[in-house]
């Protein structure tokens, strides 16, 4: 059983930063990726970032890209999303993901946690 514990939502004014936080347990793949996704009101639930952990590898999305910064520390299984710069465009549940699909970007995860909000307020 994958469990995915998240923190570090909150509500922020525009230009101030804020981290996520997921603590993975029970997910295992041959080729390991974890992530970010964010489904803002109204909107398609959309891939933010991934981290393939065996090949020290991370993309993220163009709209993120330059501002977040995902991170692995394997030692304590625990995922973050580091965000910088934060719009009002980045208002959203964020969620903390597994199983990556070739469609990432378009929040294509085999696995989902259960979100943490994120508001950026202007």
């Known amino acids: 059983l994958v469990q995915f514990v998240e923190s570090g939502g909150g509500s922020v004014q525009v230009g101030e930063s804020l981290r996520l936080s997921c603590v993975v347990s029970?997910?295992?793949?041959?080729?390991?990726?974890m992530g970010w996704a964010r489904q803002a009101p109204g909107k398609e639930r959309e891939g933010v970032s991934v981290?393939?952990?065996?090949?020290?590898?991370?993309y993220y999305s163009s709209s993120v890209k330059g501002r977040f910064t995902i991170s692995l520390d394997n030692a304590k299984n625990e995922m973050y999303l580091q965000m910088f710069h934060l719009k009002p465009e980045d208002t959203a549940v964020y969620y903390c993901?597994?199983?990556?699909?070739?469609?990432w970007g378009r929040g294509d995860f085999s696995l989902w946690g259960q979100g943490t909000q994120v508001t950026v307020s202007s």
């Open positions: 993901v597994a199983g990556c699909r070739q469609s």
């Open positions: 029970g997910y295992t793949s041959e080729n390991p990726c």
């Open positions: 981290i393939y952990s065996k090949l020290n590898r991370t």
